[in-house]
């Protein structure tokens, strides 16, 4: 158990929809890190926050937003799905951004666009 | 550009062996950082060793070991007596300096461990 939480497990959706995840960092982590993983693109980076900043972004659609509450805690917001979506959605979180620092992975979300 | 090349997409190896997993990678950066993870079939990702491009010595943790051979842009992972229970992905991945944090991943190699 790596400390770092995801809700929901699964997510079955139809498209168009709107969804959001919700990521829990383990106790005392200020960065949070989003990551899709799926067959044909491989694991991607989405976006990081920093307490509460945004400090990096990936390939992250414009479909798609994030935000890290004044808790720490995150969420990812995926509006309009489309079939290519469907993918595992990684959490990670690290105590800082330092390069040593190693990032701690949830369980992850799988969203299934239907 | 940041580039992570797993050329193995599936590796087999009998309990208690011992069993390397290949990973290139291409930066023009020179400072670096280079990280293994394990996914088993549940799904998670587990941070299994992470070696620094400055760090003298190759890193190891418990069963572990990173092969880092810094001229030929190599980060091997070196798992030693296979258990039944390291059959799953692993993935190498490169993180750059600074600030600015966009990880670039391999595809991974899907590690079978049999009795």
């Known amino acids: 158990d790596s400390g770092v939480t995801q809700t929901p497990k699964h997510l079955i959706t139809a498209t168009g929809q709107r969804v959001t995840l919700r990521c829990s960092p383990r106790s005392g982590d200020l960065s949070v890190y989003w990551y899709q993983q799926s067959l044909d693109q491989g694991l991607q980076f989405l976006i990081q926050y920093y307490n509460g900043e945004e400090r990096a972004k990936g390939n992250i659609l414009e479909r798609f937003s994030a935000q890290q509450f004044p808790d720490l805690h995150s969420e990812l917001n995926l509006s309009s799905l489309e079939l290519g979506d469907s993918a595992l959605y990684f959490c990670?979180?690290?105590?800082?951004?330092?390069?040593?620092?190693?990032?701690?992975f949830g369980p992850g979300t799988r969203l299934t666009v239907l | 550009a940041q580039k992570i090349t797993q050329t193995q997409p599936g590796m087999f190896v009998q309990e208690k062996e011992a069993v390397t997993l290949d990973c290139t990678y291409d930066t023009s950066d020179p400072s670096y950082g280079l990280f293994w993870y394990k996914q088993p079939s549940s799904g998670e990702m587990i941070f299994l060793i992470y070696q620094g491009s400055y760090d003298q010595q190759n890193a190891t943790e418990g069963r572990y070991s990173l092969n880092f051979q810094k001229a030929r842009k190599s980060a091997n992972l070196v798992i030693s007596a296979s258990q039944l229970g390291d059959s799953a992905m692993y993935f190498c991945a490169m993180r750059p300096p600074g600030g600015s944090y966009i990880p670039t991943f391999g595809r991974g190699t899907s590690l079978i461990v049999h009795p």
């Open positions: 990670a979180s690290s105590v800082g951004q330092k390069i040593t620092d190693t990032q701690y």
